[in-house]
């Protein structure tokens, strides 16, 4: 008898809407379990491992694109390096997503070495001060992965991101076919 395969946790649209959605809620954010979280995780280091070892970085550009239709396809209205009107004319934003009141400001980072958390800090400071309500993700590629979780100093920098800023990730993968996938990780996840 064929064991029937369990689907990965937040892999359906409604419930990846959701997840997003709980971002912005605390009440709803503290209803996800510890339990679900970990699973949640493992499937994201699960599908990590399944990628063939042939699999090429995304781009910068490439990982804009896929983000940016993750949150057209979840409602939000999306810009490309929009600048944002009170900052320097020479600021833009990676991605700059609106849903009515709420905000999330994206900053992608194709590339993350030990020296990017402090280049990232100062732009979450420069975010936080001009729009203090958005929720603020880095965006990679999945094959990032054993760098943000080796437990080196991106992970201590990451975890701390989390929770002192509320910075979340998105991973992200585009396989041989085209075809996208995003795995949303919110800052609680990221700081429990």
């Known amino acids: 008898m064929l064991k029937e395969k369990t689907p990965e946790p937040f892999s359906t649209h409604k419930e990846s809407k959701h997840l997003l959605e709980a971002v912005f809620l605390k009440k709803l954010m503290d209803s996800y379990f510890t ?83 402090s280049q990232i800090l100062d732009q979450i400071f420069n975010i936080k001060s001009e ?26 920098a990451v975890a701390d991101f989390a929770k002192r800023h509320h910075v979340g990730i998105i991973l992200v993968d585009r396989d041989e076919d085209g075809n996208w996938k995003t795995w949303l990780l919110p800052a609680e996840f990221l700081s429990r």
Request: proline share 3%; no cysteine; aromatic share 12%.
């Open 35 to 117: 339990m679900e979280i970990e699973q949640y995780l493992k499937s994201i280091f699960d599908s990590y491992e399944k990628l063939e070892a042939t699999r090429f970085m995304l781009d910068h550009e490439e990982i804009q694109e896929i983000v940016a239709n993750y949150l057209t396809v979840m409602k939000w209205d999306v810009q490309f390096e929009a600048p944002l009107a009170d900052f320097d004319d020479n600021y833009m934003f990676d991605l700059l997503a609106k849903n009515d009141e709420k905000t999330i400001a994206v900053k992608v980072k194709a590339d993350i070495t030990e020296e990017s958390p």
């Open 131 to 156: 729009i203090k309500n958005a929720k603020l993700f880095l965006a990679m590629n999945i094959l990032r992965f054993p760098e943000i979780f080796s437990n080196g100093k991106i992970t201590y």
